[in-house]
Nanobody, 124 residues
Framework: QVQVVESGGGLVQAGGSLRLSCTTS????????MGWFRQAPGKEREVVAC????????YYADSVKGRFTISRDDAKDTLYLQMNSLKHDDTAMYYC?????????????????WGQGTQVTVSS
């Protein structure tokens, strides 16, 4: 059974930083593209950042470019999202997901194993 578990969310002031982590089990981690997604109340789930199984390709939403960094540690089956210069608009539930496909502009529907999410709240 595949499990995806996010951690690291919390309450932070605008301008602050958080590091999200995502651990997986039940799948061969380095066979999968991984991604971070977020969903704010009343809005659709959106792609934040993704990384190919090889780690040599990444994608960032325009809204987070230059502020967020996605990385993966295949030895630990763990995905990270370093979030700096956080803004109030970054407030959302953040989800981690794994998927077998990669494209230059990843879509939510490419990912089929999802975690329960971790809440990030940025106070202004």
């Amino acid at each position: 059974q595949v499990q995806v578990v996010e951690s690291g969310g919390g309450l932070v002031q605008a301008g602050g930083s958080l590091r999200l982590s995502c651990t997986t089990s039940g799948l061969v981690f380095d066979d999968y593209a991984m991604g971070w997604f977020r969903q704010a109340p009343g809005k659709e789930r959106e792609v934040v950042a993704c990384i190919k199984w090889s780690g040599d390709s990444t994608y960032y939403a325009d809204s987070v470019k230059g502020r967020f960094t996605i990385s993966r540690d295949d030895a630990k089956d763990t995905l990270y999202l370093q979030m700096n210069s956080l803004k109030h608009d970054d407030t959302a539930m953040y989800y981690c997901a794994a998927g077998p496909f990669w494209s230059p502009k990843p879509r939510v529907t490419q990912f089929n194993y999802w975690g329960q999410g971790t809440q990030v709240t940025v106070s202004s």
